[in-house]
């Protein structure tokens, strides 16, 4: 199911993506940038859900002063008072819960390019493996890469060794269409390159290893620090943080949370980072950036409409006050007529 509604399609566009652009680096930016702009209305209704949690906030803690002893009531109470204002307390965590599975489909695309960005079938992702098995070992190439090959083609799963695989298609593409003539071309010519760094490579911070380069280390630190100031930035611009009581427990355990979280994120950017290809973190690094764009122009666009939204409450609540004013004027005015027609 999973494959079929996410990864499927997602390799499908970025397949189409990497065929205008030529570049696998610019082809994943260009995808996010697609999926942020589609993602963009899920943003704008969080942060609306926001604004409105912020302005219920003093009925919430009238709420907590009345019920403080009562917590089912309060709970109940608290339930009402969403249902009155047409507020969704969960509404804020919408665009975290669509990222996600953005973000596993992308890894499964990103390892697996055989199946989901060249469309192979099994047995011709199988047939490849024998056929490279057979060209490595004829320049001496043996050991892991070797068995896993032998695995793969014995119908067993391997995790990123189509990744390795493809690498391999480029360097040995005579040798391997010659024994595979019916293969597409674009199988031989599909590069995991951005600015000459191979993005399907997992990074690594042991200087000894081969596959050590500076440039996937460069990509790790970006993306770390860009998770970090994508955390500052959207904690900073939460409606929400502002509107809290520092004195409310409710409030102090948000804000310890929102500090933990803040570190935690890149700790753990910096972490998976070094165990998945530098392509996830190139999404990370372009998904962070524009995270921070989006939060700014939501919270412009959806501030005006809250600011225009008060003005018309106020406006309202002051022209209910002047009938409420002229209708006690009128009826004083009545009964004052009734009084003076009594005393004649």
Known sequence: MFNTLITGPFGSILAFIYSLVKNYGLAIIVFTIVCKLILFPFT??????????????PKMQELQKKYKNDKERYSLELQKLYKEEKVSPMSGCLPMLITLPIMFGLYYVVTQPLTYLMKLSKDTIAAIATNLSTILQGHGVEGTVIENLA?????????????TM???????????????????????NFRFDL???NLSKNPTYNFSDPNFSWGLLLIVAVSVATSFLSGYM????????????GNDPAAKSTQSTNKMMLYMMPVMTLLIGFSIPAAISIYWIMNNILTVVQEYIANKIVKRQEDAAALKRAEEEARKKRNKQKAAELEARERAEKNSIAED
């Open 44 to 57: 704008l209704k969080s942060k609306r859900g926001m604004y409105a949690n912020m302005r219920i906030q």
């Open 151 to 163: 695995k793969l083609a014995d119908g067993q799963k391997v995790y990123s060794l189509e990744v």
């Open 166 to 188: 493809a690498d391999y298609m480029h360097k040995y593409a005579s040798e391997l269409q010659a024994l595979m003539p019916d293969l597409p071309e674009k199988v031989f």
């Open 195 to 197: 600015f000459g760094i």
């Open 234 to 245: 959207t904690q900073k611009m939460n409606p929400m943080n502002a509107a809290q009581n």
